[in-house]
């Protein structure tokens, strides 16, 4: 009776330690797919801080001197499946003029082209960054859709001009080397104050690789990311990516 228990006891050991040893081997080999699902799944890093690179360092300080070209896609919208059909309606179809809108905001497709209530709420929030960062901003330029334009007024105080080139491919039927040659003379004809930005307020996919002499990757942006562009001897390069407002403002709390 006694050796039977102590096997029992030594064999119930046995099964604990290979449990155990079993689950923390599982732990160490996959400890970084563990991290990911935990930042997937809430939202939020929660095994590191941040850093910025070095490359976003210099950046984000280099265009507070100005003289870049700076486009941002604008801030959140609904998402909408359909949206080209609505954006062509006020980007094309009304008698204000070319490179004029619709003014959506008073029309019946409101909803379906301007900014959702989290995305007025974005776009004021990075005005009031751009503020206390003290970006200086030369001259505003903006698509003629509504989500664009009401990013302009919320986030860089305003719009000086429209432009129905800078409204995103979707509602348009047209080649892509055509499209391609219209946008590198678009940003080329844009005016750049060596003292200040000039800001673009689009879309994602407008800005594309083919537009740079320095892209061979495709390239896309979140809602209030934004590229710094260059201008040199007549051509045009793309030289660094916020992909999200975000990566750009935090470069700026420190603690």
């Known amino acids: 009776m006694f050796f039977q228990k102590f096997w029992v006891k030594l064999i119930y050991v046995f099964l604990l330690t290979v449990i155990f040893s079993s689950s923390t081997l599982y732990l160490y080999v996959n400890q970084s797919l563990i991290k990911d699902r935990l930042t997937n799944f809430t939202g939020v890093n929660l095994t590191a801080g941040y850093e910025a690179s070095d490359e976003d360092l210099f950046w984000a300080k280099e265009i507070l001197n100005g003289g870049y070209i700076l486009h941002f896609r ?7 499946i359909d949206v080209q059909m609505y954006d062509a309606l006020e980007s094309d179809l009304h ?28 776009a004021q929030a990075m005005g009031e960054h751009l503020i206390q960062i003290g970006l200086p901003i030369s001259y505003v330029v903006s698509s003629v ?4 334009r009401q990013t302009s007024e919320l986030a860089f105080g305003g719009y000086n001009a429209l432009s129905r080139q800078l409204v995103h491919v979707g509602p348009y039927n047209e080649l892509h080397a055509a499209r391609v040659d219209n946008l590198k003379k678009f940003y080329k004809s844009l005016p750049i ?16 690789k083919d537009m740079f002499e320095n892209v061979r990757h495709s390239i896309d942006l979140e809602e209030g990311g934004f590229y710094v562009i260059s201008r040199r001897n007549g051509k045009l390069y793309l030289e660094h990516e916020f992909h999200n407002f975000v990566d750009f403002m935090r470069i700026f709390y420190i603690r």
């Open 74 to 80: 604008h801030a959140e919208r609904d998402k909408w």
């Open 193 to 208: 104050n060596a003292d200040g930005n000039t800001i673009v307020s689009s879309h994602n996919g407008v800005a594309v």
């Open 145 to 148: 859709s509504c989500r664009s």
């Open 95 to 122: 008698n204000n003029g070319l490179d004029k809108s619709r003014i959506a905001e008073n029309d019946y497709f409101a909803q379906a082209v301007c900014l959702n209530s989290r995305g007025k709420i974005q």
